[in-house]
C-alpha cells in the first residue's frame, strides 16, 4: 500500500485509495450507488430518444391527416419506451431490496441499534435505505402515469388532450428536480463525485 509518512511516524492512506478498498456493506452501498446513477442515466436517454421523436412525429402528424397505422406505430414506441421503463423499474425495486436486506444485516449484527459509525461520510444505513425508497418510488409513480397516458391515448378525439398527454409524459411530474438532486447527494455520500 502507498501512504504517506507523517510526522511521529504514521501513515496516512491516500482518499482515492481508501475508496477502492470499501468492503462488506460500504461496498454493496458503493456499488447501488453506481447501478441506481446508470439505471437514472438510462431512463433518461430513453426519455431523450422518446422526445426527439415526439416532437419529430408531431410536427409531421400535423400535416397528415391522421391514420390508424400511424397511430399504431406511434403506440407501439410508446410501448417500446414503457416496456424499457418497466425493466429499469423492475431493477430499481431489487436495488431497493438489497439496501433493506443490509439493513436488516447490520440491524441484527448491531443488536438492533445499527451501526454507530457512518459507512462514509455522514450517512447511516437506514438513509441509504430511505434514499432508495425515494428515488424507486418516484420512478415507479412515473411509470404507472406513462402506462395510463399509453392507455388513454389511442381512444382521445380531442388534439387538446393529446397534447396535455404529451406534456405530461415529457414533463415527468413525478421525477422532480428534487429526485435528481437526492441521486447526486447519494454519488457524493458514497464518493462517487468530489466534495
Known sequence: MIGHPCPGGTVVMSAVRKSSMVTGSGRKIKDNAADWHNLMKS????????????????????????GVSELED?????????????????KMEHLMKLQQGIEDLEEFQFKGEGRKAPLFHTWNTKQFGAVSRVLFDSFSEELKLKQTILQELA??????????????WLHQPFIPTH?????????????????
Open 43 to 66: 431512463s433518461q436517454s430513453d426519455h431523450l430518444l422518446l422526445e426527439n421523436s415526439s416532437s419529430s412525429s408531431s410536427s409531421s402528424s400535423a400535416q397528415q391527416v391522421g
Open 155 to 168: 381512444h382521445t378525439s380531442s388534439s387538446d388532450l393529446c397534447m396535455v398527454y404529451l406534456s405530461s
Open 74 to 90: 406511434e403506440c407501439f414506441k410508446l410501448q417500446e419506451v414503457i416496456n424499457k421503463m418497466v425493466a429499469v423499474v423492475t
Open 179 to 195: 429526485t435528481r438532486l437526492t441521486l447526486e447527494a447519494l454519488l457524493l455520500e458514497t464518493g462517487h463525485r468530489p466534495l
